[in-house]
C-alpha cells in the first residue's frame, strides 16, 4: 500500500494537504477556558465558557471535515470557539485518526470512544445529560450520524438530544446523484474527491475510484434493495433543474465489490441502516448547500428520518459550496453565507 501512495506522490499529496490546512496557532481567549486532554487515548480539545452559568450546560462533541483524511484540532479551532462562545455550551473537539494511515473503522471507534467516555463523565465538565449533542460537518456529519446511531439503541449512557450535520457525506453507492452531476467540478469538493476520500478511508487507497465513479461497484440486487432510500426519485424536483441526465446502468464488476463492499455498512454510509435504527435517532439538524456534491446525501436522509417519525430543521444555503463553514474567518477572510448557516447551528442548539 505504502509503495502505491509513494508512487502516485499521494503521500507527500496528502502531507502537503495537511500542512497548508493546518490552521494558525491561537491565542487565549478571554471568553473561554480551553484544555487538550484524552478520552480514552483520542485526544480531545474542551472548550468551556468561563462566565458562571445558572445549571448545567449544553454538551456538543464535535467531529471535523476533511474528507477522513485532513483536519485537526487547530484547523477547526475558531468553529468551536464559536459554537462554545454563542451558544453558551461545553465544545468537545475530537481528533480521530485519519486516513489513509489509519482505516475504517478507526475514525469512528475515535469518535464513538470519545463520546462514550464524555456521556459517562458529563458532572465533571458542568454538562447536562439530557443536553448532549453530537455535531460535524462533511466526514464529520458522517461520523457524527454514524456514532448518533450506534448509541440509539443504549439504555446504559444517557441519550443524545440531538445530531448536527453539515453537508454530511452519507452513502458511496451512487456517486451520479443530482448533485454529483451538478456540481461535479465545484470547489472545495469536487465529484471524483469525493469517491478519492471514501476509498481512502475504506482501504487505505483509491485503486478502483473509475469503477466505483460509474457505480460498477455494487451489485444489481442490492442496488435494487438500496433504492428505496438511495434514489434520485426521493429528491424534490426543485433540485433536479440545474443539468442532469439519467445515466445507464454501467456492468456490475465482482471483484470491485469485493474490495469495497463495506461501503454497506451503515458505520460507514449511514444512509443505509435500517428503519429500526432511523425511527430511534435524536431531534437532527441538518445544513445543505446548493453548490455541493453531497447535496442529495443530506437531503435523503432528511427524507429518511422524516419518514420515520424524526424531528428534522432542515437549513440550505442557497449560495453555499461544500467546506464553507470550515472557512469561517479563515485567514482573515469569510463568506456571508458560511457565517449565516454557523449561526444557523448556534440558533437551533439555544433552542435545545
Known sequence: QGR???????????????????????????KLFIQDLQFKEV?????????TSDGPRRGILFFHGGGWVFGSLDTYEKVCRYLS????????????????????????????????HFLQHLEHYGVDPARVIVCGDSAGGNLAAAVSQTLAGRSDLPKLRAQILIYPGLQALDFNL?????????????????AFFALL???????????????????PDMRLKYRKWVS????????????????????????VYE???????????????????????????????????????????????????VRVT????????????????????????????LDSVVNFLKSL
Open 178 to 194: 443530482p448533485s454529483y452531476q451538478q456540481n461535479r467540478g465545484v470547489p472545495l469538493l469536487f465529484r471524483e474527491r469525493a
Open 4 to 30: 502505491i501512495l509513494e508512487k502516485t506522490g499521494l503521500c507527500s499529496q496528502i502531507t502537503f494537504g495537511r500542512y497548508v490546512r493546518q490552521g494558525r496557532k491561537l491565542g487565549l481567549d478571554p
Open 43 to 51: 485526544p480531545v480539545r474542551v472548550y468551556q465558557p468561563k462566565a
Open 232 to 255: 434520485p426519485d426521493n429528491i424534490p424536483e426543485e433540485f433536479k433543474v440545474r443539468g442532469v441526465k439519467p445515466l445507464r446502468p454501467t456492468d456490475f464488476i465482482a471483484e
Open 314 to 341: 432542515w437549513y440550505h444555503l442557497e449560495d453555499g459550496f461544500h467546506g464553507i463553514i470550515s472557512l469561517y474567518d479563515y485567514c482573515g477572510f469569510s463568506f456571508p453565507s458560511g457565517k449565516r448557516g
Open 201 to 219: 478511508y475504506l482501504n487505505g487507497d483509491a485503486l478502483h475510484m473509475q469503477e466505483v465513479l460509474e457505480g460498477s461497484h455494487i451489485p
Open 259 to 309: 474490495k469495497v463492499k463495506r461501503f454497506c455498512e451503515p458505520n460507514l454510509c449511514p444512509l443505509l441502516a435500517e428503519d429500526t435504527i432511523i425511527q430511534q435517532l435524536p431531534e437532527s439538524f441538518i445544513l445543505t448547500c446548493e453548490y455541493d456534491v453531497l447535496r442529495d446525501d443530506g437531503l435523503l436522509y432528511k427524507k429518511r428520518l422524516e419518514d420515520n417519525g
Open 85 to 116: 462562545r454563542e451558544s453558551d455550551s461545553v465544545v468537545v473537539s475530537v481528533q480521530y485518526r485519519l486516513a489513509p494511515e489509519h482505516k475504517y473503522p478507526a475514525a469512528y471507534e475515535d469518535c464513538l470512544n470519545a463520546t462514550q
